[in-house]
């Protein structure tokens, strides 16, 4: 392993505009980050601990650069408080380092690694390589549901990647289709119980230039229960998630995971110390599953987390906060303070 060393000057800009009043608001903002090459993708030096399986960096390559595109608009809609928005986000990125894998036939000298590769083997270096970039679209409606103090959130969207690589010598490129749609509703029905629900289904549909294709559909559904007050002194907070996915590739896989999480605590101490017992994965089925295509492969990969366990905690506030004002609320969600008239 021989020292090296290789500078770059890597510049780092953003713009915005921002402008908002009443009813509507928007912002536009462009942002140029960059990511230099590591030591491995560039130092020059030969890994044969595999004589016919080579690795090398390339000491030519070039620092790449991430455009980033945003663009963001919301309108309040009538008098009944409803929203619209737009996200739009958009990147190029110029110069992405990628593996790429060349084969010799005969025995080759390699003059800039100083190193004579046998026949039949291979050697993985890094390129740079154009063409990257991709774009995702939301569009989101926001409305109150005043009978049951609550918010309800629809947003709808579509995501777009165009990736080249290299399978071997040669060059090829993934395209990426993924629309979604999601829901959320959040209910503050009293001061001291909150609800909240969503849903999120979307579909994942990935192609490349030699006929790889990876289809997987994915459907998720969440409830989080909060009761910030029992007896006075009591709290308790639970969270159920399930996520169903089914894979339309090679494998036909269909996986289901369901996650229950339950917390319940007891304020002591004058209420600067907290004591609660924490149970996760109660259902004792936290799994997940993702596919993912890549160069020339699809890889599925199934994770097992730790199944049911308990913890018991304690937590202490010694701090002491200040304040000219009292704190009052008045559903649940929103905080008003008045001035405490006579108190220093």
Same mark, same amino acid.
């Not at 294709?213 to 994915?218: I, L, Q, S, W």
């Given at each position: ?111 800039? *690694?100083?190193? #004579?590769?046998? +026949? ?7 390129? $740079?390589? /154009?063409? @990257? ?59 001291? *119980?909150?609800? #909240?629900?969503? +849903? ?7 192609? $490349?230039? /030699?006929? @790889? ?65 924490? +149970? ?65």
């Amino acid at each position: 392993m021989d020292n090296y060393r290789k500078t770059f000057i890597s510049p780092t800009v953003a713009i915005s505009f921002v402008h908002t009043d009443i009813t509507k608001s928007w912002s536009a903002a462009y942002r140029l980050h960059n990511f230099a090459p590591n030591i491995v993708q560039l130092r020059p030096q030969i890994d044969n601990s595999n004589p016919y399986m080579l690795r090398s960096g390339n000491p030519n390559l070039k620092q790449s650069y991430l455009h980033s595109f945003l663009f963001n608009c919301n309108r309040m809609l009538g008098k009944h408080n409803h929203t619209i928005g737009v996200i739009i986000n958009a990147s190029i990125r110029q110069h992405s380092p990628v593996a790429k894998t060349t084969y010799y036939n005969a025995e080759t000298y390699l003059p800039e *690694l100083q190193y #004579t590769a046998p +026949a039949h083997s291979s050697l993985i270096s890094f390129e $740079n390589v /154009e063409g @990257y970039w991709d774009i995702k679209g939301k569009l989101i409606w926001q409305a109150p549901i005043r009978s049951i103090k609550s918010k309800y959130t629809l947003s709808t969207g579509f995501n777009y990647e165009h990736n080249p690589y290299y399978i071997g010598e040669n060059k090829t490129t993934t395209r990426t289709y993924a629309p979604l749609i999601e829901h959320f509703l959040l209910c503050n029905l009293t001061k001291r *119980l909150k609800v #909240t629900i969503s +849903a999120n289904t979307h579909y994942v549909h990935s192609i $490349n230039t /030699e006929n @790889y294709t990876g289809k997987t559909f994915y459907q998720t559904a969440g409830a989080m229960l909060d009761i910030s007050q029992i007896c006075k002194y009591f709290y308790l907070s639970s969270h159920y998630n399930f996520i169903f996915s089914r894979d339309y590739g090679i494998n036909k896989e269909i996986n289901r995971n369901h996650t229950l999480n339950l917390n319940v605590g007891c304020k002591v101490l004058n209420r600067k110390g907290d004591i609660s017992i924490a +149970a996760y994965d109660l259902l004792n089925s936290h799994r997940t599953f993702n596919s993912q295509m890549y160069s020339n492969y699809i890889q599925n990969t199934w994770t097992n987390y730790y199944g049911r366990f308990f913890t018991i905690n304690f937590a202490y506030r010694f701090g002491k906060v200040k304040s000219n004002y009292e704190g009052t609320t008045n559903d649940g969600s929103i905080r008003e303070y008045r001035p405490m008239s006579g108190k220093m």
